[in-house]
């Protein structure tokens, strides 16, 4: 491991948050230093307050070493899209504060959390050309070239690694939009009925919570070890799966007898119809990166976590 630490040290935003915080506890279980900042702090778990826009707190938050930072933290789609101004501040300023704070830390790697979001097609694979069509992905965009940039200038070594929309969930609606997904199982599973807010026929991409969080625990794994093996932005791993199917997958696997609504929300469809159905990875699955297998792999893991 590079560094002079025996264990590698990882600085995770966001970690109070859902990904972040599953991440934070995956890297503790396989012996791994990890230094937790956010807005919330949770004390027990190792997170400490850390506004990433403000480089003071930044800077007494942030070990001296640093193997490799992953930045999870980051306002979500819906939300951005109806205060794009806080989506900037925090999704952009918020990063460049970050890199600012890197500059004296010998280098690190760096692990962005970005999104499908970045792109608007039919379909996109590593290298399709980024042309978001909403507040959320064009921050995105701009995180990841302020992180290029850095990369280019020595201060981090930078990857980018776009999720696709994860589900399942937990606890109420996230400001993603996207988050319909999650609450179309909860709701089945509780015994309500699902609501389908965007046109039959649309497609979105998914992987389980575990699929995302195993596949950035291996990215960071392969960067700290085998720092050029990664490229810059890669596609992370997930599956396309029919809304209408989803639906009669979770009435299917409900407690009780549900109804299927379909109640369009024009926000939620115009950002989700943007995004590519179409999901190709050639660089994860030449990582070996993991994949759930269909819709039904992402509804078990979802019971698995209770």
Known sequence: MPGSNPQPVALVTGASGFLGG??????????WVVVGIDR???????????DIRDVATLGRALPRHIDIV?????????????????????NVAGTAKLLEVLADRGQPALLMASSIAVFNGVRATDDT????????????????????????????????????TVAVRPGPP????????????????????????????????????TAAVENLYRLAETLVRERAIVPNTINVPGIAVDVDDIAQQCRAAAPATVRIRREIDPEVAAVVTSWPAGWDCP?????????????????????LRG
């Open 283 to 303: 660089s994860a699955v030449r990582l070996g990166l993991q994949q759930d297998t269909s819709f039904a792999d992402i509804l078990a893991d979802y019971r």
């Open 70 to 90: 992953i930045h999870m933290a980051s306002l979500l789609s819906a939300f951005c899209e109806k205060n794009p101004a806080e989506a900037f501040d925090v």
């Open 40 to 50: 919330v702090p949770q004390p027990r778990l190792g997170v400490v307050t850390a």
């Open 22 to 31: 599953m991440l934070a506890a995956k890297l503790r279980s396989r012996d």
């Open 174 to 209: 996230s400001g993603a939009a996207s988050a319909f997904a999650s609450t179309m199982v909860k709701n089945a599973f509780d015994g309500t009925d699902i609501s389908v807010p965007v046109p039959a026929g649309q497609q979105i991409v998914l992987t389980s919570p």
């Open 129 to 164: 050309p980024v042309r978001p069509s909403s507040a959320y992905g064009t921050s995105k965009v701009m995180a990841e070239l302020l992180i290029a940039d850095a990369t280019r200038r020595g201060i981090v070594r930078g990857h980018a690694a776009r999720l696709p």
